[in-house]
Structure formats: structure tokens, C-alpha cells
Nanobody, 119 residues
Framework: VQLVESGGGLVQPGGSLRLSCAAS????????MSWARQAPGKGPEWVSG???????YYADTIRGGFTITRDNAKNTVYLQMNSLKPEGTARYFC??????????????WGQGTQVTVSS
């Protein structure tokens, strides 16, 4: 199982980024996927999840501005982040949801992509 994130970078407050996660080896189409993040000096935080039927879930702390989508033809999951704030600075990780489990239960993780929100 391999998960490779991309799309991170430096963005000004109020800006947008779209993160991508390319998955390989496992049956992506039938797998639920999640995004999580870890800010400097803090523990990991689950952000969002998407199931094979397209249903989506978001952490209460996100409060809008983020949208998770998937493209099964490309084995890729995306996280569109709008209206970013400095507290959104973190390393963002893609993960597979444990089959049959809730979205913040994850078994395989990528290496992450860094997002820095700063002026």
C-alpha cells in the first residue's frame, strides 16, 4: 500500500490549496479515505473522510472551507482548502480508513505534505 500526498506549500491567510493523495496497490474504489493533520507541537487531528459511496464527513473544528472529493479513475483523493487561516498550518496526511470502521480509524498513512499559512 502506498499513499503519496502532494499540493502543499506556503499560502497567505484567506488563500486556497488543493491537496492530492495518489493511492496504489489496494482496492481504492471500495476503500474509504481520510485526511488528517498535525500542527507543530500538537497531536494528530482527523480532518475529513470520504466513503466509497461518496458520503463525506468533517471534523467539527473545520467549520467549513474544506471539501473532500475522490476520483476513482485516478485512485486519488483530494482536499480542497479555502479561506485558510494561520491555525491551518500543519503537515497534512492521507490515510486509508480501516475497512468497515469510522473515518478516523486509519491503517495506512502517507508521508504527508506541509501546508504553511502565513503572510
Amino acid at each position: 500500500v502506498q499513499l503519496v500526498e502532494s499540493g502543499g506549500g506556503l499560502v497567505q491567510p484567506g488563500g486556497s490549496l488543493r491537496l492530492s493523495c495518489a493511492a496504489s496497490v489496494f482496492n481504492f474504489r471500495s476503500s474509504a479515505m481520510s485526511w488528517a493533520r498535525q500542527a507543530p507541537g500538537k497531536g494528530p487531528e482527523w480532518v475529513s473522510g470520504i466513503y466509497s459511496d461518496g458520503s463525506t464527513y468533517y471534523a467539527d473544528t473545520i467549520r467549513g472551507g474544506f471539501t473532500i472529493t475522490r476520483d476513482n479513475a485516478k485512485n486519488t483523493v483530494y482536499l480542497q482548502m479555502n479561506s485558510l487561516k494561520p491555525e491551518g498550518t500543519a503537515r497534512y496526511f492521507c490515510a486509508r480508513v480501516v475497512p468497515g470502521s469510522i473515518p478516523d480509524m486509519n491503517d495506512y498513512w502517507g508521508q504527508g505534505t506541509q501546508v504553511t499559512v502565513s503572510s
